[in-house]
């Protein structure tokens, strides 16, 4: 045997045992997931089980009342028009940040943060102050001559408070990816002839759409289980599911039918991301190959 193999056979034999590695690395992490997350989940998919007595009666009792069924439509209707917000607001904003020099994206990027830095409540009430019927907006269209209109208490005004907290996790993902883009490409369609408005849409804008998707899904996803904006905000025809899991589990003490409205929710969140996700990878796939 050579000297260069009593060398690397040492190597070779540890190679698996350092495969491991990184996996265990991992297991601090794992383990605090499955005790935090994991565990209350269970707990309450079998609450929905076994509360009062083990059976699907909970979710019976759900899929048998229509006030159940409309306040889940409703839930994903607010969540998609608040995903719809945030794309359109979060858009030339991650943009902008791309197009500027070094401090005034400072400035951006602060901006965007710092909301992370207030409590959800302050921001909330912030809002009432704004929306309410003798608040800012409607004191300012009246004095300009325009009828004051009803933002408290309405889907407009859900959607208005969800879609200013959850604006800075749809300009995070879009900036990561439009810092990315090479701009000569931009330049290079340009030169070829074509419109800053074609050379947008049709090189820019599909290089993008990664950002897009990862922040409507970070979006959408939080959405859906908005408490507090929408309980301040929103009235009786705005109401969504995590109010009613509320008033079951605290208020009623009912632990089986809140836990059967949170699996419902979850069950259809991943039915609806199962059935996205090929389309995001298609369009991804095409956005790449451009």
């Known amino acids: 045997m050579s000297a260069l193999d009593l060398t690397t056979q040492p190597a070779a034999e540890g190679r698996p045992g350092r495969a491991w590695r990184p996996f265990a690395l991992t297991l601090p992490a794992l383990v605090l997931l499955a005790a935090v997350i994991g565990y209350p989940l269970l707990t309450i998919m079998l609450r929905s089980l076994s509360e009062p007595?083990?059976?699907?009666?909970?979710?019976?009792w759900f899929f048998g009342a229509p006030v159940n069924l409309a306040v889940l439509q409703r839930t994903f209707t607010i969540s998609a028009w608040v995903t719809l917000v945030c794309v359109v607001c979060a858009y030339p904003y991650a943009y902008l940040m791309t197009a500027v020099g070094p401090r005034i994206r400072l400035v951006l990027v602060l901006c965007v943060l710092i909301p992370f830095w207030v409590s959800g409540v302050v921001r909330t009430l912030s809002w009432v102050i704004l929306l309410q019927d003798s608040g800012v907006i409607n004191s300012l269209l009246r004095s300009a001559g325009f009828t004051g209109i009803r933002l408290i208490r309405t889907q407009i005004g859900v959607v208005i408070g969800m879609a200013q907290v959850l604006l800075p996790f749809m300009i995070l993902p879009l900036y990561s990816v439009m810092k990315g883009i090479d701009l000569r490409l931009v330049q290079a369609a340009r030169s070829l002839g074509a419109r800053p408005s074609r050379a947008f849409f049709t090189v820019y804008l599909p290089l993008s759409l990664p950002g897009v998707y990862a922040g409507?899904?970070?979006?959408?996803?939080?959405?859906l289980g908005?408490?507090?904006?929408?309980?301040l905000l929103g009235g009786p025809r705005?109401?969504?599911?995590?109010?009613l899991v509320q008033t079951q589990v605290l208020s009623l003490l009912q632990w089986g039918r809140g836990g059967a409205m949170g699996v419902v929710l979850l069950v259809a969140t991943f039915v609806l991301l199962g059935l996205a996700a090929p389309v995001m990878r298609s369009r991804h796939r095409e956005a790449g190959r451009r």
């Open 238 to 243: 705005s109401t969504m599911l995590s109010t």
């Open 216 to 223: 409507a899904i970070i979006v959408f996803i939080l959405a």
């Open 226 to 231: 908005f408490y507090i904006t929408p309980a």
């Open 53 to 60: 007595e083990w059976g699907v009666q909970n979710y019976v």
